[in-house]
């Protein structure tokens, strides 16, 4: 064999030596890329689902605690308190008023919500601030009286079982648009398993499409 035909065939083996170990380094490179791309999503999954929520919404507690079971057992159902004025339009959360029907300046309970009732709000005349969970924006017109009066609609629908409830939760606020979180629901990615777990146009669409067989008109709502 002639030296230049040594050469040549030690260049190639070079060559081939030189492309094999180039592949194993390719390789390497995207085996760690795969893995650097599903650290990065398991990582901002959970970011987006963990702690996005608790950036989002600030916490607020109530004024004081309500046990909504004992006043259902006392004072009877929702529209004991929760009532439709004469001209149809919902009264919303009962004024100081309402309370001073069964209330008064004696404490009824013993419990330290009772005694921070009557001592702030009612021996001041002054109204209670209740965070309401399910206040829609300004835009949007709900009639209860359709709802609860023309068409039978249980309040355990759109509130759930609010009325067994001898605790408030806290009042979650969206910090960005202001609103309840309930309007929006718990699962960050709007997922819910109950009716009354958001209170979302698409759910209104959704239960007036199976009632109504129509999702309703835009004026309908939005005044």
Known sequence: MSETENKTENGSMESAGECTAGDIKDDKGLGLGVIFFIVAFVVCFLSGTLLFPKLLYSKKEQPF????????????DCDSCHSLREDG????????????????????????DEAVFVEE????????PWYVYSRQPDCVFFSHAAHTEANGM???????????STSLKPYEENRITGYSRDIW?????????????RMKMDDCAACHKKETGHKGYCFQCHK
Do not use: Q, R
């Open 65 to 76: 605690n309500f046990d909504h079971a004992l006043h259902v057992s006392e004072a009877g």
């Open 89 to 112: 339009s919902f009264s919303g959360i009962p004024k100081l008023a309402t309370c001073l029907d069964c209330h008064s300046e004696d404490v009824l309970g013993e419990t330290e």
């Open 121 to 128: 709000y009612v021996l001041k005349e002054k109204e209670i």
């Open 154 to 164: 249980d309040c355990v629908t759109c509130h759930g079982h609010i009325g067994e």
């Open 185 to 197: 629901g718990k699962n960050i990615f709007g997922i819910k398993k109950h009716s009354w777990d």
